[in-house]
């Protein structure tokens, strides 16, 4: 667990532990007792005797001269290094805990723009040095700023009239320069001025900022928008709401594409990834209060700040201090954003909400709950709220976090949207602030933290490793009533702002569709499977599981099929084998060499007509080359999504 002292000498961390002990002996004994009405039964108690449970207020967030200068620091060490990824992620730091307009803003911006005129990123080295020069740039170093824009203009069109104009600004600046360096970067000019004259062939420049276009698609579901009419929802007790295919499906068809209702990004994506829209920024430009985010541009600063960060980037410096954990932003700041933006929703009123809220646990037709005017709407926090969120863990060590996380982040939550005024920095008796407005955000962050459990989709980008994609944060998405199987039918993937399904087999009309929530029957034992499911609390009943099937190799197949069949099928095996490994060894280069992304539509053209083949070859769809052939269509259509470039 991280945290700083604060000035009194109080510790953030001890507070936290003491309040966590606390609520434990409350917590405990109740849960064991009845599970269902435990929370409220826990708010009860907590606040008729709290007298040992205090709150700390934090102080409002603040940029810092100290952390940036720590993280330029940092990355000045690491460029010399040449570790430029690393060297860029510190730059990035400076950026966004310099103060707006600062000097250190402006050293932040330029020394980063360093890093990405070595990568011949120029587009993004030029925006850098704006910025740089938008804050207090000092005189005497900006003759060399003007220098490296005039290179990075040069590099992307030899003909700009802007590269004349620059170079004379950086002569005008060498005066203003300290003295004995005056002369070198005169030198330096003049040789410049004579290579204009003679301009010799076109500098490699990178450009790494792609716009993903999204494919034609026709969303004409009638119910779930972002869908289209293929699939359609339904109600049984035994599934709950499922998605049923309303006509044969092929693979690799797309199904949806849908906007999330928002999305985070992973912790340790936080300086790589616009805040807002998820997309790599290389030259992002900081939130204006708080050092905790970054953004592509000031349109998503913008629209992010209107739609929940002027309530989250209060809480987040202060939740970022109280804990460590890895999962912070899916288990803490993920159930607070949907708070924000369902509270934003109800106009800022806790009355309007809570109607809003009652509106739809009312609604008692699974078929009906959630809908707006007969659609999930993606742009309703009521179309998410109507998904499942029983708490249904056994585990008290989990709700006792989940607890702990709902009371503190409740807590904040109250002081910055004004429902509890309390002075910055001093203990609070919980008990004290256990008003009705305070029970019932606390009770509907607890909620919103198992609605993210149960229902949030994980992004996972290929970044050139050989797990073939690493997860860079989550959404959610209304009406995509998936179930879990072992042997998934569909998969999804991340276009700029949109969430795809796409199927990976071939689909019956009238079969349920099934996604896997993480196990897949090639990759893990049935034990290994149920023990992974586990946070959805739930038995897998997926054929594979229900019969203990286990992947059929080529001794069980061998009588399936004639030896022609085999030979052929087989062949395909090794060669789709070969060349995915190949893809996702060079995806990343080849992106970053060339400046687009691979063109894998031949390659998925021939994939699906595998797939068809071992699909219609073995009834059993354990058989191996089964699994195969599906796997392989997955992980290329992985492989088309934007990946997460390293600079290094
Ligand atoms: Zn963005
Ligand atoms: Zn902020
Ligand atoms: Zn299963």
Redesign the pocket.
């Known amino acids: 667990m991280a945290g700083h002292k604060h000035k009194d000498g109080i510790d953030d961390i001890s507070w936290f532990d003491n309040l966590l002990l606390e609520v434990k002996k409350v917590a405990e004994p109740i849960f064991k007792e009845n599970k269902d009405d435990f929370l409220k039964n826990m708010l009860e108690t907590l606040s008729k005797d709290s007298s040992e449970c205090v709150l700390m207020n934090p102080k409002a967030p603040s940029k810092s001269i100290e952390t940036s200068c720590h993280h330029r620091k940092r990355g000045n060490i690491l460029f010399k290094m040449n570790r430029l990824d690393q060297a860029l992620e510190e730059y990035t730091k400076s950026v966004a805990y310099a103060p707006s307009g600062s000097e250190e803003c402006a050293l932040a911006f330029a020394n980063r723009s360093a890093v990405l005129f070595k990568c011949q990123l120029m587009s993004d080295c030029i925006s850098d040095i704006k910025n740089a020069l938008c804050a207090n740039y000092p005189d005497n170093l900006k003759a060399k700023l003007y220098h490296r824009k005039m290179c990075c203009l040069k590099a992307l069109n030899p003909r700009d009239p802007l590269i004349n104009k620059t170079l004379a600004k950086a002569r005008s600046l060498v005066s203003k320069m300290d003295q004995d360096k005056q002369k070198a970067m005169m030198d330096v000019l003049d040789h410049e001025t004579r290579n204009l004259r003679y301009p010799r062939e076109k500098i490699n420049c990178h450009n790494w900022n792609f716009e993903d276009t999204v494919p034609a698609f026709d969303a004409n579901n009638p119910v779930v928008p972002g869908f289209c009419d293929a699939i359609e929802m339904k109600y049984s007790p035994q599934y709950g709401r499922h998605m049923v295919a309303t006509r044969d499906i092929k693979p690799g068809e797309l199904l949806g594409l849908q906007k999330p209702y928002t999305r985070v990004v992973a912790d340790h994506m936080r300086y790589k990834l616009c805040w807002h829209c998820s997309k790599q920024t290389w030259s992002s430009i900081p939130c204006n209060t708080c050092g905790e985010v970054v953004f592509c541009s000031a349109v998503c600063r913008d629209e992010a700040h209107k739609k929940y960060h002027y309530i989250e980037c209060w809480l987040m410096t202060a939740l970022l201090a109280y804990d460590g954990h890895t999962d912070i932003m899916e288990r803490f700041i993920f159930p607070l954003r949907l708070t924000i933006m369902a509270y934003k929703e109800a106009g800022n009123s806790m009355k309007v909400l809570k109607k809003n809220l009652e509106t739809v646990d009312a609604e008692k037709d699974p078929m009906k709950k959630g809908l707006v005017n007969g659609k999930f709407d993606p742009s309703k926090f009521s179309s998410i709220y109507c998904m499942e969120s029983t708490p249904r863990s056994d585990d008290f060590d989990i709700i006792l976090f989940t607890i702990l996380h709902s009371l503190i982040g409740g807590f904040l939550f109250c002081i910055k949207t004004g429902l509890h005024s309390t002075e910055e920095n001093v203990p609070i008796k919980l008990n004290t602030l256990m008003n009705d407005n305070y029970k019932f955000i606390i009770e509907f962050i607890y909620k919103n933290m198992w609605l993210i459990t149960y229902n949030s989709s994980v992004v996972q980008l290929p970044n050139g490793s050989h797990d073939i994609a690493i997860d860079v944060g989550s959404l959610m998405t209304p009406g995509a009533f998936f179930n879990?199987?072992?042997a998934p039918m569909i998969t999804h993937g991340n276009f700029g702002e949109y969430f795809t399904t796409v199927s990976i087999c071939p689909i019956k009309k009238g079969e349920q569709i099934f996604e896997s929530y993480g196990p897949i029957l090639q990759d893990e034992s049935k034990v290994e499977?149920q023990d992974l499911l586990k946070t959805y609390n739930f038995t897998?009943?997926?054929n594979?599981?229900k019969y203990n099937l286990e992947p059929l190799f080529l001794d069980d197949i061998q009588s399936m099929v004639t030896p022609k069949e085999l030979s052929t099928i087989m062949k395909k095996v090794e060669r789709w084998m070969v060349r995915v490994d190949q893809v996702t060894e060079e995806l990343t280069s080849y992106v970053k060499s060339n400046n687009r992304k691979m063109d894998l539509s031949k390659d998925i053209k021939q994939v699906i007509k595998y797939v068809e083949q071992a699909w219609s070859m073995f009834p059993q769809k354990n058989a191996f080359p089964v699994l195969e052939a599906v796997n392989k269509l997955q992980i290329l259509l992985t492989m088309l999504q934007t990946p997460i470039l390293c600079l290094d």
């Open positions: 879990h199987s072992c499977r897998c009943d997926c594979a599981c």
